[in-house]
């Protein structure tokens, strides 16, 4: 088990280090000058739209992983033409509760505030956190409002808190162009979000920080990979699957179920990383295409 916890902690720590370093250039290179209040003649005419927000799970190795959910808004840009704010600093907007005098509206959606198990999501299994009337306009940011009691159960049974790192805002941010919602009945949005626990809870120091890492995507303008991994004694072993743009990953159930939703065309490896004694096993040349569904032959593991 030693082992496993070493790969998974040592690449979620170097893919986090990419992501931050990404954000900060994103940050370094924006032209906030481009979201001022001169651009507030570019308003449209009021009116609404519908939007459905579905979260869904990429796991870690925990028995559950528990985030505290206050609250959910979304940032509108209610301009005719959202592309001319590409360049906005989207951390400064983000950080601001109202931008005075702008094309840039936050609206508030309708959710349950409570404390998610996202553990609960995975293998194709995800929550309806909201379906809210909104002004309408290009959705750029989700912000989500943490609370405190964010914690992971480890696989033995030990609760433990997960802490925001220091000079970290307590809400996530998902940054989006405004065109990734798919439309599915009149006026009517929907966009699922994938918590991609493997790469936001960070171990260090014996302390469980929270850095995320959220992907969002539309069920029918993606493709998954599906199987069964025996045996039962080999539990857990964690699935990652990966390509030259893509990587995500998958805790199977105690039947050995497992499901990744939410890839990108592309051709994969899947990658059974064993535990209790099993030996890696990776199957390559998956292909996904026109936001297929693989169903992959059962695998079984070996000591």
Known sequence: MENLYTKIFTTMKKQNI???????????????????????????????????LYMADGPGVFLSVKLDVKLIQVLLDTSSNTRRHDGCNWDNLGSQSSIPDSVFVWNTLSVSPGVYDLLQLRNGVDTLLSQSNIKAGS??????????????????????????????PSYILVKLMG????????????????????????????????????????????????????????WPEMVSVVSSNDTAYALPNRDGFFK???????????????????????????????????ILPSVTLHK
């Not at 992501?19 to 003649?41: D, E, H, Q, R, V």
């Not at 609370?147 to 790192?165: K, R, Y």
């Not at 969002?216 to 991994?229: E, L, Y």
Request: aromatic share 8%; charged share 15%.
């Open 179 to 234: 065109n990734e919602w798919e439309r599915f009945a009149s006026n009517s949005y929907r966009l699922w979000i994938d918590f991609d626990v493997a790469r936001s809870i960070i171990l260090t120091n014996g302390v469980y920080y929270l850095t995320p890492f959220i992907k969002p995507f539309v069920v029918n303008q993606t493709g998954s990979i599906a199987g069964t991994v025996a045996p039962r004694d080999a």
């Open 260 to 294: 990744i939703r939410g890839l990108k065309d592309g051709t994969y490896s899947v990658n059974f990383n064993g535990s209790n004694g099993y030996r890696d096993t990776t199957i390559n040349n998956i292909v996904i295409s026109n936001a297929g569904n693989i």
């Open 139 to 168: 959705i750029r940011l989700i912000k989500i409002n943490l609370g405190s009691n964010n914690s992971v159960v480890t696989l033995d049974s030990v609760s433990h808190a997960v802490q925001i790192p220091a000079g970290a």
């Open 18 to 52: 990419l992501f931050s370093a990404a954000i900060m250039l994103m940050s370094a290179a924006a032209l906030f000058t481009a979201c001022s209040k001169n651009t507030s003649a570019d308003a449209t005419a009021p009116g609404t739209q519908n939007v459905s």
